[in-house]
T-cell receptor, first 114, second 107 residues
Framework: NAGVTQTPKFQVLKTGQSMTLQCAQD?????MSWYRQDPGMGLRLIHY???????DQGEVPNGYNVSRSTTEDFPLRLLSAAPSQTSVYFC?????????????FGPGTRLTVT | RKEVEQDPGPFNVPEGATVAFNCTYS??????FFWYRQDCRKEPKLLMS???SGNEDGRFTAQLNRASQYISLLIRDSKLSDSATYLC????????FGAGTRLTVKP
């Protein structure tokens, strides 16, 4: 099993550009989520999905879109990049949205917006 | 006020020391609690869940005090390989992460 994979590992964008961060998991997990991690802030939930076709907003959803057309994939779209979106982005999955299950994280995407 | 607060550290301890990390949370309806470990420039990984009765996994002991809304992690006989950032995670409707406590274990 590859677990949770993310691409790209690094990305530099100019303000106003759009892009999609890819996330895939091969564990047949129902629950997937996106976080951003900033210094001193901890991980903050952007969007999550409890299954294919179902998505919902987390703590900091503005400026981001998601979709979940398959169980395996959960891409995150930046609509119009801003310097405030410079961060490390982690995708995670777990067996269920029920809170007691372990979340497995991808290796992260380091994004810089200039 | 942040939902989950941790002492950011850093904690610098010698090998073999015992070190304790604390975490407080604000949502009294929180249902489950975890400690994750994050190595430098890597993804977080589950260290252990935290149960009301307290639980132990080798050198690691986690405690939960619901009345005080407080979680702790105790590491005994610290190893160099324990150097990492330890994240307190609290789940009510979604997972809320503390900013992490950085630990460096020195020879």
């Amino acid at each position: 099993n590859a677990g949770v994979t993310q691409t790209p590992k690094f990305q530099v964008l100019k303000t106003g550009q759009s892009m999609t961060l890819q996330c895939a998991q091969d564990m047949n997990h129902e629950y997937m989520s996106w976080y951003r991690q900033d210094p001193g802030m901890g991980l903050r939930l952007i969007h999550y999905s409890v299954g294919a076709g179902i998505t919902d907003q987390g703590e900091v959803p503005n400026g981001y879109n998601v979709s979940r057309s398959t169980t395996e994939d959960f891409p995150l779209r930046l609509l119009s990049a801003a310097p405030s979106q410079t961060s490390v982005y982690f995708c995670a999955s777990s067996y269920s949205g029920i809170s007691s299950y372990e979340q497995y994280f991808g290796p992260g995407t380091r994004l810089t917006v200039t | 006020r942040k939902e989950v607060e941790q002492d950011p550290g850093p904690f610098n301890v010698p090998e073999g020391a015992t070190v304790a990390f604390n975490c407080t949370y604000s949502n009294s309806a929180s249902q489950s609690f975890f400690w994750y470990r994050q190595d430098c420039r890597k993804e977080p990984k589950l260290l252990m869940s935290v149960y009301s009765s307290g639980n132990e996994d080798g050198r690691f002991t986690a405690q939960l005090n619901r009345a005080s809304q407080y979680i702790s992690l105790l590491i005994r006989d610290s190893k160099l390989s324990d150097s990492a950032t330890y994240l307190c995670v609290v789940n009510s409707n979604d997972m809320r992460f503390g900013a992490g406590t950085r630990l460096t274990v020195k020879p």
